[in-house]
């Protein structure tokens, strides 16, 4: 099976620091895309961001940046200015022939 | 826009009793519909694929008999546990695609089912 690793189970991060969330993977296919995913306690999957395996810059959205590393099959997620409500569950996410399959995902922790 | 909702948010039954878990897109036609389940403290695992007006992709070790899944239509598809068991307490969430992009998936709330 193509696995999506997490090597984090958990994470702390002090509020208004920033946070890098590690996400390798494998896979066979010439194209798929990278996400990632928050879930907070109330169990809701939210959507964060998006790198096409054909792009060749890195996604950013707001405070979320991917940092795409092809080669090495990285894609880590990093979260500027952390912030309380950031406290929940990070999945990574390969999507490929219409298929996601997740990673088992990080459980960030901020401390104010 | 893109919203995505699922009915009932939790359910209890008895053993041996059926529950059926609707999803619903709410702005938008899905073509295509998927069925999750997340056991606790794990990750999600992939349940079955279903594509409106045809039968539901079952994976791997997945039970289609007992696990009924209905698209009948571009905004709705319906997930049927039939005969619960304790075992299959759970927390099953439904994505659904535009098919605009062919990964960008839109999640619904989830539903926690407790077999009693």
């Known amino acids: 099976a193509q696995k999506i690793t997490q090597t984090q189970p958990g994470m702390f991060v002090q509020e208004k620091e920033a946070v890098t969330l590690d996400c390798t993977y494998d896979t066979s296919d010439q194209s798929y895309g990278l996400f990632w995913y928050k879930q907070p306690s109330s169990g809701e999957m939210i959507f964060l961001i998006y790198?096409?395996?054909?792009?060749?810059q890195n996604a950013t959205e707001g405070r979320y940046s991917l940092n795409f590393q092809k080669a090495r099959k990285s894609a880590n997620l990093v979260i500027s200015a952390s912030q309380l409500g950031d406290s929940a569950m990070y999945f990574c996410v390969r999507g490929s022939n219409y298929k996601l399959t997740f990673g088992k995902g990080t459980l960030l922790t901020v401390n104010p | 826009g893109a919203v995505v909702s699922q009915h009932p948010s939790r359910v209890i039954c008895k053993s041996g009793t059926s529950v059926k878990i609707e999803c619903r897109s709410l702005d938008f036609q899905a073509t295509t519909m998927f069925w999750y389940r997340q056991f606790p403290k794990q990750s999600l695992m992939l349940m079955a694929t279903s594509n409106e007006g045809s039968k539901a992709t079952y994976e791997q070790g997945v039970e289609k008999d007992k696990f009924l899944i209905n698209h009948a239509s571009l905004t709705l598809s319906t997930l049927t546990v039939t005969s619960a068991h304790p075992e299959d307490s759970s927390f099953y969430i439904c994505?659904?695609?535009?098919?605009?992009?062919?990964?960008?998936?839109?999640f619904g709330p989830g539903t926690r089912l407790t077999v009693l």
């Open positions: 994505s659904a695609t535009q098919g605009i992009t062919r990964y960008t998936q839109y």
């Open positions: 790198q096409g395996s054909y792009d060749e």
